[in-house]
């Protein structure tokens, strides 16, 4: 079983950047896909990003696409979501999930197993 934990989070200007970190530990980090949720007062959970456990497949929400790059260093257990150019409507608290499903770079919430604790990201107009 893999435990993780976010951290990066924090206030920004919009139009700034913020790279998130997820760092996995009790099994390594390749055995898993990984994916980014965010979660808005209010709303429901949304899907952000993932990335397969080889970093060859990703996938994106279109309303991050060009704005903001998932990566993962298996060799750190760890994966970064960065994220430039951001707007007040990302505001949210940021959640990386693990799936075992590990070829995929999946946007569906019910194929992760594994989740943080969240961290939050606040993006002031």
């Known amino acids: 079983q893999v435990q993780l934990v976010e951290s990066g989070g924090g206030l920004v200007q919009a139009g700034g950047s913020l790279r998130l970190s997820c760092a996995a530990s009790?099994?390594?980090?390749?055995?898993?896909?990984m994916g980014w949720f965010r979660q808005a007062p209010g709303k429901e959970r949304e899907f952000v990003a993932a990335i397969n456990w080889s970093g060859g497949s990703t996938t994106y929400v279109d309303s991050v696409k060009g704005r903001i790059t998932i990566t993962r260093d298996n060799a750190k257990n760890t994966v970064y979501l960065q994220m430039n150019s951001l707007k007040p409507e990302d505001t949210a608290v940021y959640y990386c999930?693990?799936?075992?499903?590990?070829?995929?770079?999946?946007?569906?919430?019910?194929?992760?197993?594994?989740w943080g604790q969240g961290t939050q990201v606040t993006v002031s107009s």
């Open positions: 009790g099994r390594t980090l390749s055995s898993y896909a």
């Open positions: 999930a693990a799936s075992i499903l590990r070829s995929l770079s999946s946007r569906e919430t019910n194929r992760y197993s594994f």
